[in-house]
């Protein structure tokens, strides 16, 4: 009898893989390739490895171009065919499956005309005169010029020392050329797409970087820059190497923000890309990365319509994550390419506009497009985090910052032009800008003390039911709640809170 038990029990194991574990049939390779994201929010959420054993798959085949793993978001890229994505579209625990489109850096081809760009190192290093665009972005006056003569002013409201000191600026682009003299060191290229080429052979993402951060022609000239490449020497792409990049960008992020601590700025992402329309995919990656607590500027793109058909600029808005900028040219009208619409936040320069060029270390060269407007934005960010601790870890603070810091177009109201904040300490011009302040509560206005002294005090009757306008002068306003108000307006002019009371330290600014 025991003998039979112990042949009976042999039996068992030997015919149990049989009966629990059914044979996974072999991946057919080839498909188009797609982007899968994970749902996260599942009770149990699989691992990437999980979800790609149940595919015949795992992370080092030759169909799987990418792993995300995130704190935001967790997934993969991957080529495949229907019977794959038929497997997937009936798992409960995959949040979206979408196939990779193209996409395309924002800017139109360089004009026939090469501009100086043989200048000499002396010529560059010592050349005081700025681009127009950072004049523009400086001043709430008109500019007027040659937008190639680089004799304007660039102005900034705090010490020559920071403008951006500290930030992180992530361009995901087409690379950067790293050994660009106005990049002084600063400039590393971090990640490609394909694993292997750190290399700008376009051009793009070096004339991106040098706006956003370049000590000769950019806005925050003292920032770290990142260069992460997810567009080819054509400046073209897929999607699933923009979610691949900003997966790199998110974890640098954190891993950068552990390391350092205290000393910690922030990061910045400047996205001067579009696709041929939306992606949710994109949407949903810029959205976890500002989850994250990367600030993401965007290009509203260059096909004259509306932003909101597109991706990532259908990220901007009033509900959106991302802030999303169209181009001006010099008079402040709106550029005939760029996109417009509910989705663009502000406008910046964004025709003509002279930056750093691949092919030498002194290399310049004149782009249009709203590629170019971006950075200008991108630097805006970046010089605000620098300064400030408290834009600088609230993303969704920053663009309403960078949303009220916007000035009336001269050539039309209903353009806002990004400011640096300037303004406010401003030329005397008729373009100075300030804040009203109205807090209304069931009709009762908030009282001032003071003559209009930095000591003046504003009272408002109820802090919950009371509103702060941060108007422009001459234009309309947006209300913001209260207490978003104060934090708004307190990160930028330092304002303290006493109970009701706020204590202006700008006053003589204030209408």
Same mark, same amino acid.
């Given at each position: ?7 009976? *029990? ?16 072999? /991946?057919?390779?080839? %498909?188009? $390739? @797609? &982007? ?6 599942? #009770? ?20 799987? /171009?990418? *792993? ?5 978001? &967790? ?7 229907? @019977? ?25 081809? #360089?004009?026939?005309? #090469? ?27 008109? !500019? @007027? ?22 930030? +992180?600026?992530? *361009? ?28 700008? !052979? ?51 992020? $954190? ?9 910690? &700025? ?78 663009? +936040?502000?406008?910046? #320069? ?8 691949? %092919? ?15 950075? /200008? ?9 620098? %300064? ?5 870890? +609230?993303? =969704? ?16 109201? $209903? *353009?806002?032009?990004?400011?640096? =904040? ?90």
């Amino acid at each position: 009898m025991e003998d039979l038990i112990k042949l009976l *029990i042999f039996a068992c194991l030997l015919f149990w893989p049989l009966t629990f574990a059914a044979p996974v049939e072999p /991946h057919e390779s080839g %498909g188009a $390739e @797609h &982007v899968v994201i994970i749902d996260k929010s599942n #009770p149990t959420p699989p691992r990437v490895a999980d979800v790609l054993e149940r595919l015949a798959l795992h992370e080092g085949h030759a169909d799987v /171009h990418h *792993i995300f793993n995130n704190s935001a978001f &967790v997934g993969f890229a991957a080529s495949m065919k229907s @019977h794959c994505l038929d497997l997937l579209a009936n798992m409960t625990d995959v949040r979206r499956v979408e196939a990779s489109i193209n996409v395309q850096h924002a800017s139109l081809p #360089p004009s026939s005309n #090469p501009l100086a760009r043989r200048q000499t190192s002396s010529e560059f290093a010592t050349r005081p005169d700025a681009p127009w665009g950072l004049q523009r972005i400086s001043t709430s006056a008109n !500019v @007027h010029g040659n937008a190639k003569a680089m004799d304007y002013t660039y102005s900034y409201p705090r010490d020559s020392d920071n403008l951006g000191q500290g930030a +992180d600026i992530y *361009i995901l682009d087409t690379g950067v050329y790293t050994a660009h003299n106005i990049f002084a060191s600063r400039a590393e290229m971090v990640w490609s797409y394909d694993g292997t080429s750190l290399q700008d !052979v376009d051009g793009h993402g070096t004339h991106v970087a040098g706006t956003a951060a370049g000590s000769i022609l950019g806005v925050a000239s003292n920032a770290n820059l990142f260069g992460v490449k997810a567009l080819d020497a054509d400046g073209g792409g897929y999607s699933s190497n923009v979610v691949a990049g900003i997966d790199y960008i998110v974890n640098s992020h $954190e891993r950068r923000k552990r390391e350092q601590g205290d000393q910690f &700025v922030g990061s910045v992402m400047s996205v001067s890309l579009a696709a041929s329309g939306t992606v949710a995919a994109i949407s949903d990656a810029v959205e976890a990365a500002v989850g994250a607590g990367v600030h993401v500027v965007v290009a509203a793109g260059n096909t004259a319509a509306d932003a909101c058909g597109t991706s990532p600029s259908d990220s901007g808005g009033r509900g959106g994550p991302a802030i999303t900028v169209g181009s001006v040219g010099m008079e402040g009208r709106q550029s005939s390419f760029s996109n417009y619409g509910d989705c663009v +936040d502000v406008y910046a #320069p964004g025709e003509e506009i002279i930056s750093s060029w691949i %092919g030498g270390r002194n290399m310049i060269e004149s782009l249009s497009g709203t590629s170019m407007a971006t950075p /200008h934005v991108t630097g805006i960010v970046a010089c605000a985090m620098g %300064g400030n601790a408290t834009l600088a870890r +609230d993303p =969704g603070l920053m663009k309403e910052w960078v949303r009220m810091q916007a000035v009336a177009s001269p050539a039309t109201q $209903e *353009i806002l032009v990004a400011n640096n =904040g300037v303004k406010y300490f401003g030329d005397g011009g008729d373009g100075v800008l300030g804040f009203e302040k109205v807090a209304r509560d069931e009709g009762q206005v908030s009282s001032r003390r003071g003559s209009g002294g930095d000591d003046d005090e504003w009272t408002w009757a109820n802090s919950q039911r009371g509103v702060m306008r941060c108007r422009r002068m001459a234009q309309a306003s947006e209300d913001l709640s209260y207490l978003r108000s104060i934090a708004v307006c307190s990160a930028r002019h330092g304002l303290v809170r006493k109970g009701l009371d706020l204590l202006d330290a700008v006053a003589p600014w204030i209408r």
